[in-house]
Nanobody, 121 residues
Framework: QVQLVESGGGLVQAGGSLRLSCAAS????????MGWYRQAPGKQREVVAT???????NYVDSLKGRFTISRDNAKNTVFLQMNSLKPEDTAVYSC???????????????WGQGTQVTVSS
């Protein structure tokens, strides 16, 4: 019914930047909250940032000032701008969306497949 596709991951040196994108497609009436999560090897998945339909953002405290989440509602896309990257930011980054589906307004919580971000020292 719905698909989320991430892009923009890769290998970057410490101090560099990456911009992740996540585009949703399918029978979408509306997307409420969208978010980015990450999972490093041997660790649990953690939230990075979330953004509401109206643009209200929340960040994990440790990433404030380096990461910025934004969205383009017309394109059903969420972005994550990551600056001043550190080796400890290395993880698989996944997007999540709370979606209201056509035609009857049922809800779906969807995940992307994940994109690898590797930061070298």
């Amino acid at each position: 019914q719905v698909q989320l596709v991430e892009s923009g991951g890769g290998l970057v040196q410490a101090g560099g930047s990456l911009r992740l994108s996540c585009a949703a497609s399918g029978r979408i009436l509306r997307i409420n909250d969208m978010g980015w999560y990450r999972q490093a090897p041997g660790k649990q998945r953690e939230v990075v940032a979330t953004i509401s339909l109206g643009g209200r953002t929340n960040y994990v405290d440790s990433l404030k000032g380096r990461f910025t989440i934004s969205r383009d509602n017309a394109k059903n896309t969420v972005f994550l701008q990551m600056n001043s990257l550190k080796p400890e930011d290395t993880a698989v980054y996944s997007c999540n969306a709370d979606i209201v589906l056509l035609p009857y307004g049922s809800r779906s919580n969807a995940w992307g497949q994940g994109t690898q971000v590797t930061v070298s020292s």
